[in-house]
């Protein structure tokens, strides 16, 4: 089986612009959520979805957003970019509690 | 009452060693304690899990101890490696369908 895809790898962005990134989750997993991991804060969870619906939701403002479609892939969404979205994004689709995770996109904003 | 602790930051162990991470947590609620593993340049991958309803998991090389009392858990790595350098995790969640909750993480390094 194939594992989480997250696209692109690598992504610069400037202040005040947005970006999309997209997440192919394991086949089968219908549960995908997002992360932000930095190396001061760790691994901060942004949001769940479950067959299209936003299950969970972390404490990340409005400008972080999301979606699933019906084949369960996922689209993150960053709007009007600051310097501190700067991360590795990672993607993890998950089968009850076991979560898969991607290699990440890595965002800089310059 | 959603955090879950995790110390040390950082941890140098010499080969054929054993490298000891800490985690605590405080809401009772949570029935579901993973270990992930990350190396540079990858996702966080599970390693080993326990659930409150017993004390001790081995898995080869990696043991989890559990203090359900305390509400504390426990990474050990006996004979540690080199090529156990990495990036490890605690979580904790509450149910199969609620969100993972994870430790700020501690960076391994296994000297020769």
């Known amino acids: 089986k194939a594992g989480v895809t997250q696209t692109p790898r690598y992504l610069i962005k400037t202040r005040g612009q947005q970006v999309t990134l997209s997440c192919s989750p394991i086949?089968?997993?219908?549960?995908v959520s997002w992360y932000q991991q930095t190396p001061g804060q760790g691994l901060q969870f942004l949001f769940e979805y479950f067959s299209e619906t936003q299950r969970n939701k972390g404490n990340f403002p409005g400008r972080f957003s999301g979606r699933q479609f019906s084949n369960s892939r996922s689209e993150m969404n960053v709007s009007t970019l600051e310097l501190g979205d700067s991360a590795l994004y990672l993607c993890?689709?998950?089968?009850?509690?076991?979560?898969?995770f991607g290699a990440g996109t890595r965002l800089s904003v310059l | 009452q959603q955090q879950v602790k995790q110390s040390p930051q950082s941890l140098i162990v010499q080969k054929g060693g054993i490298s000891i991470i800490n985690c605590a947590y405080e809401n009772t609620a949570f029935d579901y304690f993973p270990w992930y593993q990350q190396f540079p340049g990858k996702g966080p991958a599970l390693l080993i899990a326990?659930?409150?309803?017993?004390s001790e998991k081995k898995e080869g090389r990696f043991t989890i101890s559990f203090n359900k009392s305390a509400k504390q858990f426990s990474l050990h790595i006996m004979d540690s490696q080199p090529g156990d350098s990495a990036t490890y995790f605690c979580?904790?969640?509450?149910?199969?369908?609620?969100?993972?909750?994870f430790g700020p993480g501690t960076s391994l390094s296994v000297i020769p």
């Open positions: 979580a904790a969640s509450r149910t199969s369908y609620d969100k993972v909750i």
């Open positions: 993890a689709s998950s089968l009850g509690n076991i979560q898969y």
């Open positions: 326990i659930r409150p309803d017993v």
């Open positions: 086949s089968g997993h219908r549960s």
